[in-house]
């Protein structure tokens, strides 16, 4: 299967499971926690990979991350990017590689 149709399936089981989180419970009201159990995501906010499927990551619910899309994710995504583009193609390099914790962040 394409990663990005695998994504796509792990992406709303991965909602669906955090639907019943306490500290999601916490941050959402009653319609968007339905959606979440629905395996859709909040308006605003990104199923965000921990590490990235470039480098070694998985589409396994373990490594997704709720984020908001604003700035959060944009500031991930766009770290990230700028960090390998410095390693260069056949490059390697160990990295201090920046991780959101928790299944919701922030």
Do not use: C
């Amino acid at each position: 299967m394409h990663r990005s149709l695998q994504f796509r399936g792990m992406r709303s089981k991965f909602l669906k499971s955090i639907s019943d989180n306490p500290e999601v419970k916490k941050r959402f009201d009653s319609a968007t926690l339905a959606d979440l159990a629905n395996g859709k995501a909040p308006k605003g906010w990104d199923v965000h990979h921990k590490l990235p499927l470039d480098d070694s990551g998985t589409n396994d619910v373990g490594n997704l991350v709720l984020i908001k899309r604003d700035f959060e994710h944009n500031l991930f995504t766009n770290t990230q990017s700028n960090i390998t583009r410095q390693i260069g193609t056949n490059g390697a390099k160990e990295i201090l590689w920046p991780v959101p914790k928790g299944v919701i962040y922030p």
